[in-house]
Every structure is written in structure tokens, then in C-alpha cells.
């Protein structure tokens, strides 16, 4: 849908699946995405009600039982949270959120406040399947390459492999809703390790 | 509990190792009573698949005991006989819904699922004790495991029922059956079967319960011929005759309606560290060698059907996709639905009409699990199925 805004070749792919993806084109779309930033884009069909995943992931206290980086999630009001999330050498870091666009059964956005130490935003869109299979769930993630020690020890964790965190993210929130787990070989696999 | 455990190319022990337990609400826990080694499991033992660890538990063919039922799953009870599959499956996933329980989207932890995902485009379904490609998952050559989805995997064996009669509902005879149904067979129609191996003999017969006319087996070994023959196939050894004219003279000129490819990719190809490099880097894969699979296409009659529950995992060369082509053949693959065919397999050997006790041809105490990998190894024509028995007496 923007890859012809790009480089001007008709394309009905997602921004995220661009070779060369431009995040800024994204500005109208509830994230605060400037050029430069990293882009994650993912999506997955879940064989669940809209109203139910909707209502899973609003709750963003629930985030930390799919998204294994993030440690903790306190929601505050209506609007903001303060997210805990791992970052290298055991440590963790924290910044503020808040709701950018909530509409149920259909979309949440969400934006770090100013100030965090890794500005980053994110949309996460239900859609029926129109193959009905389901709920396609779509999330879109935009962090900054941002300054600091710490800051580019963070953006070196989530830059190295953010689609890898975010696919196995959403395998495990679809492993949740689909089958009220999520799938482990451990612990205990049974085995002494060498 | 004591377990049979990988540790490198034609290495494997008996280990005391922690005893499984409950994890997730759906799990059970399997006292096992019966557990084969597959031929598929020689490929672990050549250490031909990539992303296998020390202290892995293998097996992937069992049967036992519940132990232990977790507070998710309120169809299993304890004390119940039961086969599971080699398949992890969720049950509830659109794959599981068309019953394409192979392809199961939830089964495969997060983690390990990018190496399919990577390799293959779209993540694999969990499997047990074959290695972390399929989850990681420990196996059945122990003395427990732990089930997952056990509310949707494991059949319940009717009472009076040896475990022999049973065990390859696991595996092996639905594969094999899979192989035949992939078949298409139309009655009258001639099938061809490349490899006498367990899943060779079991499509053999499996295409004769399904209506084929006539089977020819392809082997080298004699005694397997034998049983294919005493299946009621007609038998060919490559060793000694060109098998495409050999299909040819007893077709009638035609050649034969369906060809099953029950030889899989052989020992080398699929090497582990070249795969564990390209997992990480990008899809650049070593060839299998695909001798038999060549041949197969080669000889199906023109708009035949080639059906191949032989194991292949990588890329291979000099694919005759212009005979696959021109002769407009069809073909169908896959790891198997196990949990689809399970019912009525278990249904046709109570009623007499499979059976599959006659592959066995050693039965074996778990502590003697590494002779029988050695032995199912080094002497196929006579090795055709190893069965472990954990809870058989130890012989000195």
C-alpha cells in the first residue's frame, strides 16, 4: 500500500515487507514514525473472536505473558502505563506509554512518552479473516536508532533480530488464544546436558 | 527415570535423567510400555539432522500408561491405555481444523519455530525426541514422557488389545496408510513401491486394503522382498534389473497408475552444521540425495500420481522436472495427519484386517536400546523393526 509512494511501482505489499521500507510514509497511520527508524510489521490469523483478542491485548498488564522481553507492564489510567523491559547485562529498562488510539474490537495504538530512553511506538489492527478463519491480527512496530550508552545497548537488542522478537511474540499470543497455552520443551526437557 | 539419549554420530546411552512433569494445563504424563526405533531415528543416530543437542531423548513411536492428567484436559483418565502420536497438535488452529494435524501452527515452541520458518517459509509443527527443528521436544525411549495436547494426540486402546498390534498407529502405519490414500487409487490400478523398509510394507498393504490390483515392491534386500511378497506383491531387485524396464515389461508397456517413494533422503545430505550455518545466514542448503525419487518420476506412467512419505529435508539437483511435466504427473507429500488416520487404522486391526505384528523383529529391554540402534543400523535385511520394553527385565 505505500511501497508505490516510495519508489513509485505499484505495490499492494505492507510497508514492513519493502526491501528498502520508509517508516516516515507511516506518519498518518497512529505511529510516530520518522525516517531512519526501524520497522517491524508482522501478521498472523488467529481462530478466535475479534472482541476477544481485542480485549485480551488492551488490558496491556497481559502484554508480558506473550512478549518475553517485556518484564512488567503497570496500566496507571485510561491512557498510561509504565512498561519494565529487559535490556542486556540482566538489566532493565523503563519508560511511560500512552494510549494513542483505541478503537474497540478493531485497533490500539500506543506511543512512549517523551523522554523515554527508546522512543517507540506501535499498532496493533484486528480485522476479520476474509476467508473466515478467524481474526488477522497486525501488528506494526516503529523504535528509534537513539542515543546514549544504554540507549544503543537497548537498540542493539531490539535492532539485532526485532522481527525474530516479534514473530515469536505473536506465535505466543496466538498460542494463547487458540489454545490457552503457550507451547514449551522445558523445563524439565528430561535430559542431562553435556 | 532411565532414557535413551543422543550424544553425537553413533552415540547414543541409557541415562538416569529427571522425570517429566506436568507443565502446561493440557499435559499428561505416559508411563511407556512399548517404544520402536524408527528409521527415521537413524537419521538422528547419523547425525544427518541438524539442531540435535547432547542428552536429547529420542523416540518418537510410543505407547503406554497415563500416569498423570493435567487440570486442562478432562478426556484422558489415569490408568488408560494409549498410543500417541508422533505429531504434536493443538487441535484448534485452522491446520488442525481441516485435520492437517502435520501442519499444526501452535505446537512448535516460539523459539525454535524460526529455523522452519527460515528453512522451509513457514514454521513446523512440534514433534517428540527429533530434534529442536520440531520443538525439542523429549521423546519416548524412556521410561515417561510428557504429552502435550494430550486431550487431542493420544488413542485409547480397547481392553484385550497387545501392544504390538497397536504401537505403529504411532507412526509408521499411518504413514504408510497416508501414502497409499495420496495414491488416488482407482480399482484395477497397478502401484509401485520404492523401498521395503516399514512404511514401504505398510503402504503395500495399505494399497491392497484401498483397492490396487497389483503392488511391486523395489528392494535390495532379500528378506524384506520376501515380506512384501508375502503381502501379496510382486517384488523387483534393483540390484539386478533395471527397474524402469522392468515396470514397463510387466505394466504392459503403460507403467505403473501411482508410484509411493518410501526411501527418503539417504544418510548424507543434510549435514548439521552446513544447516545450522544456513539457518542463521540464509537458505543455501547441501543437495539430498535423491536416487530413488529421480527413478520414481521417471517411471510413473504418463498422468500418474507420485506419492513420497520418504523423508527429505533440504534441496536437491538434477530434479527431473521435465518428466514431472510432460507426463503431467501429480504429486503429494507431507509428514503425517497421524491424528486423522488413527480412528479407523485402530478400527481395521480390530477387525483382523491389518496387521502389523509380522515387521517386528527384536524385542528389546530399554538398557539395550544402543545394541538395537546398532543392530537396526548395520543389518537392515534382517533388523526390520526394534522394539524397546521399558518395562522388561534387564538380561545379564
Redesign the interface.
Known amino acids: 500500500m505505500n511501497e508505490s509512494a516510495a519508489n513509485g511501482t505499484p505495490s499492494d505489499a505492507p510497508m514492513s515487507a519493502a526491501k528498502k521500507p520508509h517508516p516516515e510514509l507511516l506518519e498518518g497511520e497512529m505511529l510516530d514514525a520518522r525516517k531512519g527508524d526501524v520497522l517491524v510489521g508482522r501478521s498472523v490469523t488467529i481462530n478466535r473472536p475479534r472482541r476477544e483478542l481485542y480485549e485480551f491485548w488492551r488490558n496491556f498488564a497481559n502484554l508480558p505473558r506473550f512478549m518475553h522481553n517485556i518484564r512488567r507492564v503497570v496500566v496507571e489510567d485510561d491512557t498510561r502505563s509504565h512498561w519494565t523491559v529487559a535490556a542486556p547485562a540482566g538489566k532493565t529498562v523503563e519508560w511511560d506509554s500512552r494510549l494513542t488510539m483505541d478503537e474497540p474490537g478493531h485497533l490500539i495504538a500506543w506511543s512512549s512518552e517523551e523522554g523515554a530512553s527508546l522512543r517507540n511506538s506501535g499498532r496493533v489492527e484486528f480485522r476479520d479473516s476474509p476467508e473466515g478463519r478467524g481474526t488477522v491480527v497486525t501488528v506494526t512496530l516503529v523504535y528509534d536508532a537513539p542515543g546514549g550508552a544504554l540507549g544503543q545497548a537497548i537498540a542493539k537488542l531490539f535492532h539485532r533480530e526485532p522481527k525474530i522478537q516479534a514473530r515469536q511474540d505473536l506465535r505466543r499470543f496466538k498460542q494463547l488464544m487458540e489454545t490457552g497455552e503457550v507451547s514449551t520443551a522445558a523445563p524439565p526437557d528430561a535430559a542431562p546436558r553435556a | 527415570?532411565r532414557?535413551l539419549?543422543w550424544?553425537g554420530k553413533h552415540d547414543v546411552r541409557v541415562?538416569t535423567?529427571?522425570?517429566?512433569?506436568i507443565?502446561?494445563?493440557?499435559d499428561a504424563i505416559i508411563k511407556i510400555t512399548s517404544t520402536a526405533i524408527c528409521g527415521s531415528d537413524l537419521h538422528l543416530y547419523d547425525h544427518t539432522i541438524p539442531t540435535m543437542?547432547?542428552?536429547?531423548?529420542l523416540g518418537h513411536e510410543f505407547m503406554g500408561e497415563v500416569m498423570e492428567v493435567g487440570p486442562?484436559n478432562s478426556k484422558l483418565k489415569v490408568g488408560q491405555r494409549v498410543v500417541v502420536p508422533f505429531v504434536i497438535a493443538?487441535g484448534?488452529?485452522?491446520f488442525c481444523?481441516q485435520q492437517q494435524f502435520a501442519a499444526c501452527?501452535?505446537?512448535?515452541?516460539?523459539?525454535?519455530?524460526?529455523m522452519s520458518?527460515l528453512l522451509y517459509g513457514y514454521?513446523m509443527t512440534?514433534a517428540f525426541g527429533y530434534s529442536h527443528l520440531t520443538?525439542?521436544?523429549?521423546g519416548g525411549q524412556?521410561e515417561?514422557?510428557?504429552v502435550?495436547?494430550s486431550d487431542v494426540g493420544p488413542i485409547v486402546v480397547p481392553e484385550g488389545i497387545d501392544d504390538d498390534k497397536v504401537l505403529f498407529l504411532s507412526d509408521i502405519l499411518p504413514t504408510g496408510w497416508m501414502a497409499a490414500k495420496n495414491c488416488e487409487i482407482q480399482p484395477h490400478e497397478v502401484v509401485a513401491v520404492w523401498g521395503c523398509g516399514p512404511v514401504g510394507l505398510f503402504a503395500i498393504q495399505s494399497a491392497f486394503v484401498l483397492g490396487a490390483e497389483r503392488v511391486i515392491a523395489v528392494d535390495h534386500h532379500s528378506h524384506r522382498l520376501e515380506l512384501a511378497r508375502s503381502l501379496g506383491a510382486e517384488v523387483i531387485n534393483f540390484e539386478a534389473t533395471n527397474v524402469r524396464e522392468a515396470l514397463v515389461e510387466m505394466t504392459g508397456g503403460i507403467g505403473p497408475d501411482a508410484c509411493i517413494d518410501a526411501v527418503g533422503m539417504e544418510s548424507h545430505g543434510f549435514t548439521a552444521d552446513s544447516v545450522m550455518d544456513k539457518v542463521k545466514a540464509a537458505v543455501k542448503l547441501v543437495t539430498d540425495q535423491t536416487h530413488g525419487l529421480r527413478q520414481v518420476i521417471v517411471a510413473c506412467r504418463k498422468g500418474g500420481r507420485i506419492s513420497i512419505p520418504g523423508v527429505y529435508g533440504g534441496v536437491t539437483d538434477k530434479f527431473p522436472i521435465g518428466a514431472l511435466m510432460e507426463k503431467g504427473l501429480s504429486v503429494k507429500s507431507g509428514q503425517t495427519h497421524v491424528q486423522k488416520y488413527m480412528p479407523e487404522l485402530l478400527q481395521l486391526i480390530v477387525e483382523g484386517k491389518l496387521d502389523t505384528t509380522f515387521l517386528i523383529s527384536h524385542r528389546l529391554s530399554l538398557e539395550e536400546a544402543p545394541q538395537g540402534y546398532k543392530m537396526f543400523k548395520e543389518r537392515q535385511n534382517e533388523v526390520t523393526k526394534v522394539v524397546l520394553k521399558p518395562q522388561m527385565p534387564v538380561r545379564h
Open positions: 527415570m532414557a539419549t550424544h541415562d535423567v529427571p522425570d517429566p512433569k507443565v502446561n494445563p493440557r543437542k547432547a542428552g536429547d531423548v486442562g493443538c484448534q488452529c485452522f481444523e501452527d501452535n505446537s512448535n515452541p516460539a523459539e525454535t519455530a524460526d520458518e514454521p512440534g520443538g525439542g521436544y523429549a524412556a515417561y514422557v510428557r502435550p495436547f
